[in-house]
């Protein structure tokens, strides 16, 4: 798909998706009325962007249920919704990114299910509705590596198909992914993206797609 330039230029058109920029008015008042994140929930984090262009190729059923974990403000959901007509849960341990979240669904006309929550404490009946576990930018503390590794091999264990992950290539995610390699049959793609910017990101991925 074509990116078109977006004449607000508060706003990215990305694959037909309006992404709101820091610039954003309605972000600026957010982050005004914040005292501000704790786990770095407060941009959209381009690994999101290479997953959308990913997710371009993908064939999921409409309706899958998707869960986005350490969503932030949400975009890779905001796409699958819109384009895949997936019924999208973002959950996040932050709740000062709900609003970011809110408010990038309403820009672009979608709804989508917030859940305030940590990932450890998702058991296998939580995940068992879920079609598809993506999460971008997740990885990026060496302690994040095991409850990562022990939540997909849950989400496996409870029935979910799909996994996805995209990171920039940081070594708590490369240590996931030697994991993910070893013991539940997964793979890493590399992908990279020429627009809004050049960016190069990798795709661990578990699963038929
Ligand atoms: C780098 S940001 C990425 C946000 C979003 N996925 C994106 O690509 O724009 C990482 C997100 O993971 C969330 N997070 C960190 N630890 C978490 C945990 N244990 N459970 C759920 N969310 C978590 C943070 O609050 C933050 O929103």
Same mark, same amino acid.
């Given at each position: 798909?074509?990116?078109r330039?977006?004449?607000?230029?508060?706003?990215?058109?990305?694959? @037909?998706?309006?992404?709101?920029? +820091?610039?954003?008015?309605?972000v600026r008042?957010l982050? $005004?009325?914040?005292?501000?994140?704790?786990?770095h &929930?407060?941009?959209v %984090? $381009?690994s999101?962007?290479?997953?959308?262009?990913y997710l371009?190729? %993908?064939?999921i059923p409409?309706?899958?249920?998707?869960?986005?974990?350490?969503? @932030?403000w &949400?975009? +890779? @959901?905001?796409?699958?919704?819109?384009?895949y007509?997936a019924?999208?849960? @973002?959950l996040?341990?932050?709740?000062?990114?709900?609003?970011f979240?809110?408010?990038q669904?309403?820009?672009?006309q979608c709804?989508?299910k917030?859940?305030q929550?940590?990932?450890?404490s998702?058991?296998k009946?939580?995940l068992a509705p879920?079609?598809?576990l993506m999460?971008?930018d997740?990885c990026?503390w060496?302690?994040l590596t095991?409850p990562?590794f022990?939540l997909l $091999?849950r +989400?496996?264990?409870?029935?979910?198909?799909?996994?996805l992950?995209a990171?920039p290539? $940081?070594?708590?995610? %490369?240590?996931?992914?030697?994991?993910?390699v070893?013991k539940?049959?997964g793979?890493?793609v590399s992908?990279?993206?020429q627009?809004?910017?050049?960016?190069?990101?990798y795709?661990?991925?578990?699963g038929?797609?």
């Amino acid at each position: 798909m074509l990116n078109r330039p977006n004449h607000n230029s508060h706003l990215i058109d990305y694959m @037909g998706i309006n992404v709101l920029k +820091a610039s954003h008015p309605q972000v600026r008042k957010l982050k $005004r009325q914040q005292q501000g994140h704790s786990a770095h &929930g407060n941009k959209v %984090w $381009r690994s999101s962007f290479v997953l959308m262009d990913y997710l371009s190729t %993908w064939e999921i059923p409409p309706g899958s249920k998707v869960l986005d974990v350490g969503c @932030g403000w &949400g975009l +890779a @959901g905001v796409y699958l919704t819109k384009h895949y007509q997936a019924e999208v849960t @973002g959950l996040d341990i932050d709740d000062s990114v709900e609003p970011f979240f809110k408010l990038q669904a309403e820009i672009n006309q979608c709804t989508i299910k917030f859940e305030q929550r940590s990932f450890e404490s998702l058991n296998k009946h939580d995940l068992a509705p879920y079609h598809t576990l993506m999460g971008t930018d997740i990885c990026f503390w060496d302690e994040l590596t095991t409850p990562l590794f022990n939540l997909l $091999r849950r +989400a496996l264990d409870a029935g979910c198909q799909n996994i996805l992950i995209a990171d920039p290539g $940081r070594p708590p995610f %490369w240590a996931l992914a030697d994991l993910c390699v070893a013991k539940l049959d997964g793979e890493v793609v590399s992908r990279t993206i020429q627009q809004p910017w050049k960016s190069e990101k990798y795709i661990l991925r578990i699963g038929d797609q």
